[in-house]
């Protein structure tokens, strides 16, 4: 008896650790690489099509840059930019048990969270070997750094091409153990999303992370902008045209899967297939 009463005690010492680590949200490096299976002889019809997520999604984050034009030809010759625009700014002391617990709040750090990249590391090596198979296509790689909160709080990110003939929805959430859902297509989407502007749910996330903590210590800061508010974009302007094509998308992938750090998961479909990997930073 004795020894049941302490296993019950140690399971819900165990229940309550992870109830409350699912109050976190910890930063994840995704990794995922799409690639075609060539000259597939399954036999199989597709007659089903994607259900579309009917909620809520996201794109990934692309701000424009700018740069302040009245800053570039307005200071004296003397002083430089930047020194002029945090000339003002005047640090607190952080005592070193504060420093600790800023060190906590700035990791992890939304404000770099949902940026696309096609850095791989983890699945550098296998990005390769698929390139070097001849029966096996390579399309794309794509990487971005992430939270992953609880199912209510998280979004679907939505990514296209329509010239490589390909899209995906992935969610990535946890309830007691972390998730991942998938809807994957070869075709070209013409259903209408919901979209909603990244930089929105990045400052909800953001705003959940830092609630937890009641002391944070910030900078004291008044940059000194220029009172001649000019910017110039510096950044290129993608030209994205949109092209209809009446495509059924009923070659897809819609999985939703259990998955855990450091490990590498395929998804696939007799014609294409999805590999993805997380990792904890």
Do not use: C
Request: net charge negative.
């Amino acid at each position: 008896m004795k020894i049941k009463n302490n296993l019950g005690v140690i399971l819900l010492l165990f229940n309550i650790t992870l109830s409350s680590n699912t109050n976190e949200i910890n930063e994840y490096n995704v990794e995922i690489i799409i690639f075609k299976y060539l000259n597939s002889k399954s036999n199989e019809l597709f007659d089903s099509e994607l259900l579309i997520p009917d909620e809520e999604i996201i794109r990934f984050y692309d701000p424009d840059l700018y740069i302040n034009k009245s800053a570039l030809y307005n200071f004296p010759k003397t002083n430089t930019f930047f020194p002029n625009l945090f000339k003002n700014i005047k640090p607190k002391y952080i005592s070193s048990e504060e420093n600790n617990s800023t060190k906590e709040i700035i990791n992890p750090n939304p404000k770099n969270w949902f940026r696309e990249t096609n850095n791989l590391n983890i699945l550098n090596k296998i990005k390769g070997q698929i390139i070097k198979n001849k029966n096996l296509e390579f399309i794309e790689s794509k990487s971005w750094i992430q939270g992953i909160d609880d199912y209510e709080s998280s979004r679907f990110i939505y990514d296209e091409n329509k010239l490589k003939n390909y899209g995906f929805y992935i969610k990535l959430y946890k309830r007691r153990f972390m998730h991942v859902e998938i809807k994957a297509f070869m075709g070209v989407n013409n259903e209408d999303t919901k979209m909603v502007p990244v930089e929105n749910h990045i400052k909800e996330l953001e705003k959940k992370i830092y609630s937890n903590y009641k002391n944070i210590n910030n900078y004291d800061l008044n940059i000194n902008y220029p009172k001649n508010i000019e910017n110039i974009m510096i950044t290129n302007d993608n030209d994205s045209s949109e092209f209809i094509v009446d495509t059924d998308l009923n070659i897809y992938i819609d999985e939703e899967k259990r998955i855990f750090n450091e490990e590498v998961y395929l998804f696939d479909h007799p014609n294409f297939g999805i590999i993805l990997s997380l990792t904890q930073n």
